[in-house]
């Protein structure tokens, strides 16, 4: 069984930026690597339902995918070495308040759809005043 944790959610002015990391443990199989699983992140506010907010897919080799109306202001990057996913957020906006959580699967296949996703973390909180 997967685990995921998130950390690095808090509350930032707008204009500020946070780095939300998602760390994994317990692979579904023996050698198995974090960059074996597709990595997304989705976020939730209060009252919506959970969105896509960008994704790797496995092997980490391709390019990442990210929702259209957040590209540019964040972006993803991992440490194989320390089986972590980040999400480095800029310039946060107060629409960005939400949960923020990371999810993984074995396919490299529709990223972006929320219900695909074997393995969840509980997620982390961001808070955008203005």
């Known amino acids: 069984q997967v685990q995921l944790v998130e950390s690095g959610g808090g509350s930032v002015p707008a204009g500020g930026s946070l780095r939300l990391s998602c760390a994994a443990s317990?692979?579904?199989?023996?050698?198995?690597?974090?960059?074996?699983?597709?990595v997304a992140w989705f976020r939730q506010a209060p009252g919506k339902d959970r969105e896509f907010v960008a994704a790797?897919?496995?092997?980490?080799?391709?390019?990442?995918l990210y929702s259209e109306s957040l590209k540019g202001r964040f972006a993803i990057t991992v440490d194989s070495a320390r089986s972590t996913v980040y999400l480095q957020m800029n310039n946060l906006k107060p629409e960005d308040t939400a949960v923020y959580f990371c999810?993984?699967?074995?396919?490299?296949?529709?990223?972006?759809?929320?219900?695909?996703?074997?393995?969840w973390g509980h997620g982390t909180q961001v808070t955008v005043s203005s």
């Open positions: 317990g692979y579904l199989f023996r050698d198995a690597t974090f960059s074996d699983y597709t």
């Open positions: 790797i897919p496995r092997l980490w080799t391709g390019p990442t």
């Open positions: 999810a993984a699967r074995e396919s490299p296949h529709a990223v972006r759809l929320r219900t695909v996703y074997n393995y």
